[in-house]
């Protein structure tokens, strides 16, 4: 069972990420049901990474091609998400990871919670395709660093190849 014990190492770092990896690994153990997974990686972002207001997934829609709102925690949030639309929608379109600093100086920002001061999307791939993104909010600008995107993007990879649908 997962044991909530705080991650002391500083946010961002080789040593926060190696910790997050570990209870990951213990949430995902024995799991291989994707709505399980995600949902459980939600709650242990938004549990672990100081001073976020929203941690979860959007999801490609095939018919569409529109992102819609998968497992999370925070705030009710858009539910519906255009290609190239945001933050999100443009780290679909372009295929990477997107970090905004300060999302009121990125062009199209979607606001779902007015909190919302920094932003980091990291998209998810399978079998060399993008099908949905990672989507991180703070209320502090400046939240997110090179280290957490590194460390995200790593925890991704992992948590899609454990994970079926
Ligand atoms: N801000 C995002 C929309 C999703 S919410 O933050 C949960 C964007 O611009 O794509």
Redesign the pocket.
Known sequence: MYEAVRIAHAPGGADFYRELGQQMGGLLAGERNWMANFANCAALLFEQMPDLN?A?F?LLEEGSGDLV?GP?Q?KP??AR?ARG??????ALAEERAVLVPD?HE?P??????AA?RS?L?IPLRREGRVFGVL?L?SPLVGRFSDGDLAGLERLMVRLVSASDW
Do not use: Q
């Open positions: 929203w979860g959007y709102v999370f925070g949030a858009c998400i639309r945001g933050v999100c929608g443009t999302v990125f199209g920002h979607i606001a779902c919670d919302s932003e999307v989507d909010d």
